[in-house]
Each structure stands twice: as C-alpha cells, then as structure tokens.
C-alpha cells in the first residue's frame, strides 16, 4: 500500500522557520512528481510548491515564493519543505501529495502549521 | 494564475438524489480538470482525472465531463458516504488551482 507520512509540523512564531518532511512507502519514489498543498482553517486548497521526480525543476505559488523551498532525497524516499519568513497566513494543514497521471492521487494526513506569537 | 469557480456553494439533497456540480475556469484549461471528495479531518480523494476518467476504485455513479472552461461532476443517486465537499482542480498551468468547493449536504 502507499503510504505517505508527514512530520516537522507545529507552532512556531512569526518570521521563524520549520521543515516539513515527507516519508513515502509502497511506491517507486523516485518516478513520481511531488507536491505540497495547504489548507488553511475552515478554508479551501493551496497548492504550495510541485517538485519533479529527479528533483531538477521546482515550482512554487507566488504566496511562498522566495520564502519556502522544496527539495527530495530520493535515496531515502522523502520529500521536505523548508519554510522561512513565515507569517500568520501560512497557518494551515500541509499535505503532501504523489503526483498521476491526472493528478494527485495520494495524500497524506497532513501536519499542522501554526504561525503566531 | 487560473481561477476556478464553483457552483452553487451548497447542495441541499436527500440520499437517492442526483447531484450536478459545475466548475468554471477563468481561460481554457483544456480537459486538465480533476474533481476531488474532501470529507472532515480527511485529505482530498481523487475521484475524476482529466474531465471524465474516473480515478481507480471509484464507484460507476460518479462522472465527469465537459472542456476548455465548462465543466460539471455528476452523481447519479446520491449515497450517505457522498455528502462532502467537492472541489474541482485544474493543471493546465501552474499554479495547479482548486476551485473554492460546493458542499453537498443532507436535506
């Protein structure tokens, strides 16, 4: 089965930094595009940041850009995002997702970023 | 950036009823539309890929269609699992977008 696990989510305050990471299983990591998307309280869906299977081309939203950086090991089957600078509206649930042939079609459970003082 | 809209908000409906939701996107997005089920506490499931494919192991009263800007998920006899929030996806062009979400609730 595959099986994507997040972690590194939590409260940190205003400006400060926190890396996501995510660990995948049952699935040949290293063929498959990844992204973040987040979800912000009682809100809709954000996709954060896309990063291709070799890791050479990376995309983010304007929202983050500059200030979060996706990046893979595909030795270990994990994919993180670091995030700086953050600021109240980065607050969400991030997931990350396994990208198809259509689209994601695995996602994690999130983990839970909360920016305030 | 591609906008997605979605209509209505809410569906008001009783189990055994047909659902139409419709997705609007703001310039052609071709046929690079999905629609995702989002229940509480849940990630988003994949339910159709590409307009009208539907994604593995969903169930046959689910489907999709349309092109270019129009699109609409159809559920043909509304089951007590169904009643989420659905929300439509394109990624014709980055910045992948999901529309804002219709929430089809019980009547």
């Known amino acids: 089965d595959v099986q994507l696990v997040e972690s590194g989510g939590g409260l940190v305050q205003p400006g400060g930094s926190l890396r996501l990471s995510c660990a995948a299983s049952?699935?040949?990591?290293?063929?498959?595009?990844m992204y973040w998307v987040r979800q912000a309280p009682v809100k809709g869906l954000e996709y954060v940041s896309g990063?291709?299977?070799?890791?050479?081309?990376?995309y983010y939203a304007n929202s983050v850009k500059g200030r979060f950086s996706i990046s893979r090991d595909n030795s270990k089957n994990t994919l993180y995002l670091q995030m700086g600078s953050l600021r109240t509206d980065d607050t969400a649930v991030y997931y990350c997702?396994?990208?198809?042939?259509?689209?994601?079609?695995?996602w994690g459970q999130g983990t839970l970023v909360t920016v305030s003082s | 950036e591609v906008v997605l809209a979605q209509s209505p908000a809410t569906l008001s409906l009783s189990p055994g009823e047909r659902a139409i939701l419709s997705c609007r996107a703001s310039?052609?997005?071709?046929?690079?539309l999905a629609w995702y089920q989002q229940k509480p506490g849940q990630a988003p499931r994949l339910l159709i890929y590409?307009?009208?494919n539907r994604a593995s192991g969903i169930p046959a009263r689910f489907s999709g269609s349309g092109s270019g800007t129009d699109f609409t998920l159809t559920i043909s006899s509304l089951e007590p699992e169904d009643f989420a929030v659905y929300y439509c996806?394109?990624?014709?062009?980055?910045?992948?977008?999901f529309g804002p979400g219709t929430k089809v609730d019980i009547k």
């Open positions: 990063i291709t299977n070799n890791g050479g081309r990376t």
């Open positions: 590409d307009a009208s």
């Open positions: 996806q394109q990624r014709s062009n980055w910045p992948f977008t």
């Open positions: 049952g699935l040949p990591f290293s063929t498959y595009d």
């Open positions: 997702a396994k990208s198809s042939t259509g689209g994601p079609d695995y």
């Open positions: 310039q052609s997005v071709g046929s690079y």
